[in-house]
């Protein structure tokens, strides 16, 4: 594993910024997501909400999109930033899609418009979840 190490405050200004960018006319809830991968690469995203309502897409998950097009496959760190007094941390689809792509302890932080609130491990959000090596021979 590399070790290129990407500050924090980089994720929580890339977050912050990209959330601005998030479609959400029926909720108003904007979220942005930044992810740090392996190779030191940033890849940002935010929620892109539809009329259809299962049809919208999670800051997370169009982050993870954007490293999967760009050919990275490995990430390091998450941060998700929303304007809530909770912070915000991936629903449970999209702790899976980010599982997909871990190798090694994965670092997820929620934030507010101001500052990282809290900060766990993908294991701890996603303890026994089930992954590529269950489907191993």
């Known amino acids: 594993m590399t070790e290129n190490r990407l500050p924090l405050d980089a994720l929580f200004d890339a977050a912050k910024k990209v959330r601005d960018h998030a479609h959400a006319p029926y909720s108003k809830f904007r979220v942005g997501a930044a992810l740090h991968t392996n190779t030191g690469r940033l890849f940002t995203g935010c929620n892109v909400e539809n009329a259809a309502a299962g049809s919208g897409l999670c800051a997370e998950a169009s982050a ?74």
């Open 64 to 137: 993870v999109a954007a490293m999967v097009a760009a050919g990275e496959r490995q990430i390091r760190d998450i941060l998700i930033c929303a304007d809530c007094i909770h912070p915000v941390l991936p629903c449970g689809n999209c702790l899976q899609i980010i599982r997909e792509f871990t190798h090694g302890p994965v670092q997820v932080y929620g934030a507010d418009l101001v500052s990282i609130k809290v900060h766990h491990t993908l294991d701890s959000l996603l303890p026994h979840s089930f992954g590529a090596h269950h489907l191993a021979d």
